[in-house]
């Protein structure tokens, strides 16, 4: 069955980086586009970045673009969110998902920007 397993988040302060990953398995990882969502507490799930299946494209909502990179290892089966200069607006759980048959997701990672 399809998995999808987050980590990286963290507490960290404003400016500094994290790294997530998102471990994928149950599916052919390399046909699929895939995903970063975020949600803030009392905030509606929301797309932070895509990537498509080669990772030729990449697409970032306008609050994060370039501070934030996804990028992805096919080889690794493994989807990837840079983070940099995090701001505190940036607290989040943040969630992979795939679009497989049906749109799965990950347990979410938690992201804490503060000082």
């Known amino acids: 069955q399809v998995q999808l397993v987050e980590s990286g988040g963290g507490l960290v302060q404003p400016g500094g980086s994290l790294r997530l990953s998102c471990a994928a398995s149950g599916f052919t990882f390399s046909t699929y586009a895939m995903s970063w969502y975020r949600q803030a507490p009392g905030k509606e799930r929301e797309l932070v970045a895509v990537?498509?299946?080669?990772?030729?494209?990449?697409n970032y909502a306008d609050s994060v673009r370039g501070r934030f990179t996804i990028s992805r290892s096919n080889a690794k089966n493994t989807v990837y969110l840079q983070m940099n200069s995090l701001k505190p607006e940036d607290t989040a759980v943040y969630y992979c998902k795939a679009l497989v048959s049906r749109a799965y997701w990950g347990q979410g990672t938690q992201v804490i920007v503060s000082s």
């Open positions: 990537i498509t299946n080669t990772g030729g494209s990449t």
